[in-house]
């Protein structure tokens, strides 16, 4: 296959991880191959021809997004320019439809083919997208396997490649490490917003255990894109914490015994590790009682809507509490045999999420579109 520029959008810090692994598959299979776009450093650490980071679109909730907005006009604007001269032969989005939605109508006006890769979740809340994603997306890389089937029944082309977590992390090699008893996760999600709320809430919970139990280790995990210096601005002088770096984690994660976790793709690595978490969210309330009006599903952990059933306690909002977080998590201190119909649950999840090889078949999607 001759030189050809294909443009992919990562917003966050999992759709960014799994960028990179796209890039190096598109690179295998046609080695001339320009890529540019958005993403964060593991697609720049990929020779990304970045246009704008990825970090300086980390929002969290409605009203974090319309406080940004002069700031995202300019980006879609340049994008625009960029887009009309340099006429990429494709366009991958991931995830943020806030964001990519935009670039898929620009898309659209200058007959660049779009593959979504990590679909918005419109099976869950705002079904009205399906319109817009029938009318300026030619295909759909699905990740769960019910999605194919959604997609298909409302007349936009989608095929179900597998999810790009089982490429990301070497299944293999970690299941040669055993959970540690003593040891918990702290995962306070990768977006600034959301870090502030919750690291201080789950350093809290640490301390009160810490204070019952002197073995316990707690080590909080630093998502990639994350500062050392932001975590410590969010967890005081707690010297009984270590902090564990991103290429690190998925190792600490397996070695827990248990997790706190924020809502998203954390709690998904949590359970093909099989590590139970207590999930918790919080956002301003503006934000909060806006997805209440409009989401339809009755989780927001990702496991729990894959089993259909509340495997990981969720504390949202005005139950996020120290109080709660320490009821759920010395349940499972005081009783392992409850761990353990947790992780029998979790098992489950990776039959589930398939065996094939996402990247590698989204990667000749995109190819066969240009």
């Not at 295998?28 to 970090?55: C, F, H, K, W």
């Not at 977590?165 to 702290?186: C, E, G, K, T, Y």
Request: proline fraction near 5%; hydrophobic fraction near 45%; aromatic fraction near 10%.
């Amino acid at each position: 296959m001759g030189k050809s520029l294909i443009w992919i959008n990562a917003c966050e810090a999992s759709a960014d991880a799994y960028g990179a692994l796209l890039m190096q598959e598109l690179r295998r299979l046609s080695p001339e191959m320009e890529i540019m776009g958005m993403g964060g450093q593991a697609m720049r650490d990929q020779g990304l021809d970045t246009v704008y980071n990825a970090e300086d679109l980390s929002l969290v909730g409605l009203t974090e997004v319309f406080t940004a907005l002069p700031r995202i006009a300019g980006y879609l604007g340049r994008i625009r320019r960029i887009l009309m001269v340099r006429r990429p032969k494709a366009m991958v989005l991931m995830d943020s439809p806030d964001f990519n939605f935009r670039l898929a109508r620009m898309a659209c006006d200058f007959g660049i083919p779009v593959t979504y890769y990590i679909a918005p979740q419109v099976w869950a809340w705002r079904k009205s997208r399906i319109r817009f994603l029938k009318k300026y997306v030619r295909q759909i890389a699905c990740i769960f396997p019910f999605e194919q089937g959604f997609f298909r029944e409302h007349g936009i082309s989608a095929r179900y490649v597998g999810h790009p977590l089982l490429d990301l992390v070497d299944l293999d090699r970690l299941w040669n490490f055993s959970p540690r008893n003593s040891q918990i996760a702290l995962l306070p999600g990768s977006r600034k917003r959301e870090i502030a709320y919750l690291l201080p809430l789950f350093t809290d919970v640490a301390q009160h255990l810490h204070q019952r139990r002197p073995d316990l280790v707690f080590g909080v995990v630093r998502a990639p894109g994350v500062s050392m210096e932001f975590l410590h601005r969010h967890t005081l002088e707690r010297p009984f914490l270590r902090f564990i770096s991103p290429e690190n984690r998925h190792r600490f994660i397996r070695q827990s015994s248990m997790a706190l976790a924020a809502s998203g793709t954390i709690t998904l690595e949590c359970a093909v590790l099989d590590v139970p978490a207590v999930v918790a969210y919080r956002l301003s309330w503006a934000s909060y009682l806006a997805g209440r009006l409009l989401i339809n599903v009755p989780y927001i952990s990702m496991p729990n809507l894959i089993l259909d059933r509340a495997v990981y306690p969720e504390l949202i909002q005005n139950r996020a509490t120290v109080h709660n977080l320490l009821r759920a998590a010395n349940l499972w201190l005081a009783n392992p045999a409850e761990k353990q119909i947790v992780r029998k649950e979790l098992h489950k999840i990776r039959g589930l999420l398939g065996k094939q090889k996402a990247t590698r078949t989204c990667a000749r999607m995109v190819l066969d579109s240009l």
